[in-house]
């Protein structure tokens, strides 16, 4: 039988069989808190084999006692944004468990400039596309190769936003433009992957459903030294997940909380049915999308995301 199924016409553009995870291997970058986590837990309710990679060994160490009690974790210390780092994550996937099934590209951080374009400073943009968009394909160079050769079923999931991905918010101009890159990326990813004709694909996903306690707000506590802020350095000012809260609902606005365990539950059901998108709600999205085209018909600016939540 063939991996994929034909569509009518017998073309070999074809739609992937669903995936079975029992018993399968997982990486998940940045899985030790927020939205990796909730994959994490997740991919062990379906009993697969989970390697959580982070760059935060203590939280890592925390997150793989707490989860071990749900199913088979285990966690790499690991520097997306280094490839040698991600070379030895995946060394030692492959000689552990001699396979990958599923890769969660997820690790992500904000730009730590924020504001104006003209007022963002190298480094800003040096961390911010080291972790989001080199760390996206240090893991596919590390691990697709070896994903492929295997012969195995498999599949590639890349975390991008609606900011940049869909359409940038403008004060977010670098962290908007590293998820466009990433959605770019995917795309070209699976159009290739589907050539390669190996039963391994590519999706994209989108987190959405509300304020999510990921830690990108205060990601700045990763920034390594040599990448901090030079002209300004006290602009920057970490907000935790409670304070930008409290900040939110002091203006006003109804502040939706995400269920990042429902969600994760959400993004593993979307992999095994093989969806390329993989995202909740997107109607304003549609909606927006299409006031973007009839704006680029007529040669103007399209109209940019606003932060839902």
């Not at 697969?48 to 071990?68: G, R």
């Not at 030895?88 to 374009?117: I, Q, R, W």
């Not at 030294?225 to 609902?249: D, G, H, I, Y």
């Amino acid at each position: 039988m063939p991996w994929y199924e034909p569509l009518e016409s017998g073309a070999a553009s074809m739609t992937f069989k669903p995936l079975e995870l029992t018993n399968e291997i997982a990486v998940v970058t940045g899985g030790a808190s927020g939205i990796g986590k909730g994959i994490v837990k997740a991919l062990l309710e379906q009993e697969m084999k989970v390697v959580i990679a982070d760059i935060e060994k203590s939280v890592l160490d925390e997150t793989v006692e707490e989860l071990s009690s749900f199913g088979e974790a285990s966690g790499f210390v690991t520097d997306v944004s280094d490839p040698v780092s991600v070379e030895s994550l995946a060394d030692h996937v492959f000689s552990t468990f001699g396979k990958c099934t599923l890769l969660f590209n997820n690790a992500g951080v904000g730009s730590g400039g924020g504001g104006k374009a003209w007022e963002h400073e190298p480094n800003d943009w040096k961390w911010c596309f080291g972790v989001n968009v080199f760390g996206m394909s240090n893991g596919v160079m590390a691990f697709v190769p070896r994903m492929l050769e295997s012969g195995k079923p498999g599949h590639v999931i890349n975390t991008s936003s609606g900011d940049g991905g869909f359409a940038p918010v403008p004060m977010a101009s670098i962290y908007a433009s590293s998820k466009a890159a990433v959605s770019c990326f995917t795309e070209a990813l699976q159009h290739q992957l589907v050539l390669e004709e190996k039963d391994i694909g590519a999706s994209v996903f989108y987190p959405s459903g509300g304020l999510m306690n990921t830690g990108l707000f205060n990601s700045q506590r990763n920034r390594p030294s040599e990448l901090e802020r030079v002209k300004n350095p006290a602009k920057r000012k970490p907000m935790t997940f409670e304070e930008l809260k409290n900040t939110l609902e002091q203006s006003g606005r109804e502040v939706k909380v995400a269920d990042l365990d429902d969600l994760g539950r959400f993004v593993v059901q979307s992999v095994i049915r093989r969806q390329y998108i993989i995202a909740r709600d997107l109607d304003e999205t549609v909606e927006l999308l299409h006031r973007r085209a009839d704006a680029i018909e007529r040669f103007e600016v399209p109209p940019h995301h606003e932060m839902g939540l």
